[in-house]
């Protein structure tokens, strides 16, 4: 008998279309399909990668906002201050700067823990300030995230494999950037796709030829059936 391992996947860079930006319709049916726990672990606030499990039709297990909101479908616990992370961004505005999310802000609006600054936006000021909190600043390709530097996306997973009751030496993992290296840590085997940063490709036991979700989609047809 053959089974198919637990999955562990990023979103942006991993999910993505190979032009770099959406989701790639091609992931829905194998996820949907796909007979083990498939936990998503983002950087992203937390309704996004919960809709997105809504949307695919699958368990809601989710990493968000880089491991300060863990869902193990049950719970949900919250690992890092809220207040520190807006505290930098309230100093950076006083500084005249922004975010550069727009008005509404729907980037940050619903985030629990840490803040994410558009790319398009000075760094080093952000990165001072965020310095004297005591947080560190990450790039992940998509956004700077102003962050406790633990807990970490890595420290969710185990949390959920825990709750759910599945083995992470037996997990598979895809993932783009530095956000990513906790992920490959935790578990058995980690890929990083070929458009990944330098930090993920490091810290992954492969990396792929293929880009984005082509890169996710030859791991799936790989390990499928593989555990
Ligand atoms: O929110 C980001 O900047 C990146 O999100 P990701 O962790 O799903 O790639
Ligand atoms: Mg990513």
């Given at each position: 008998?053959?089974?198919?391992?637990?999955l562990?996947?990023?979103?942006?860079?991993?999910?993505t279309?190979?032009?770099?930006?959406?989701?790639?319709?091609r992931?829905?049916?194998?996820?949907?399909?796909?007979d083990?726990?498939?936990v998503l672990?983002?950087g992203?606030?937390?309704?996004?990668?919960?809709?997105?499990?809504?949307?695919?039709?699958i368990?809601?297990?989710v990493?968000?906002?880089?491991?300060?909101?863990?869902?193990?479908?049950?719970?949900v616990?919250f690992?890092a201050?809220?207040a520190?992370?807006?505290a930098?961004v309230e100093?950076?505005r006083a500084?005249?700067?922004?975010?550069?999310?727009?008005?509404?802000?729907?980037?940050?609006?619903?985030?629990?823990?840490?803040?994410a600054?558009?790319?398009?936006?000075?760094?080093?000021?952000?990165?001072?300030?965020?310095?004297d909190?005591?947080?560190?600043v990450?790039?992940?390709?998509?956004?700077?995230h102003?962050?406790?530097?633990?807990?970490?996306?890595?420290?969710?997973?185990?949390?959920?494999?825990d709750?759910v009751?599945?083995?992470l030496?037996?997990a598979?993992?895809?993932?783009?950037?530095?956000?990513?290296?906790?992920?490959?840590?935790?578990?058995?085997?980690?890929?990083?796709?070929?458009?990944?940063?330098?930090a993920?490709?490091?810290?992954a036991?492969?990396?792929?030829?293929?880009?984005?979700?082509d890169g996710?989609l030859?791991?799936?047809e790989?390990?499928?059936?593989?555990?």
């Amino acid at each position: 008998m053959t089974a198919d391992p637990p999955l562990v996947l990023d979103i942006d860079g991993t999910l993505t279309r190979p032009e770099g930006w959406g989701i790639d319709p091609r992931v829905f049916d194998p996820l949907r399909e796909w007979d083990a726990p498939v936990v998503l672990a983002t950087g992203k606030a937390f309704p996004y990668p919960v809709a997105l499990c809504h949307f695919v039709g699958i368990p809601e297990l989710v990493v968000a906002e880089n491991g300060g909101v863990v869902y193990t479908g049950d719970d949900v616990f919250f690992t890092a201050d809220r207040a520190a992370a807006r505290a930098v961004v309230e100093e950076y505005r006083a500084a005249g700067y922004d975010p550069g999310w727009g008005e509404e802000d729907t980037v940050n609006r619903w985030r629990e823990t840490e803040i994410a600054v558009n790319l398009e936006q000075p760094v080093d000021p952000l990165r001072e300030i965020a310095a004297d909190y005591g947080l560190e600043v990450i790039d992940t390709g998509y956004a700077y995230h102003v962050k406790d530097a633990e807990p970490n996306k890595g420290d969710g997973i185990e949390r959920i494999a825990d709750a759910v009751g599945f083995d992470l030496e037996a997990a598979v993992a895809v993932g783009d950037s530095i956000n990513d290296v906790s992920t490959f840590e935790a578990v058995g085997r980690g890929f990083a796709v070929a458009n990944a940063d330098e930090a993920a490709k490091g810290a992954a036991d492969e990396v792929l030829e293929a880009v984005h979700a082509d890169g996710t989609l030859a791991v799936l047809e790989r390990v499928r059936g593989m555990r």
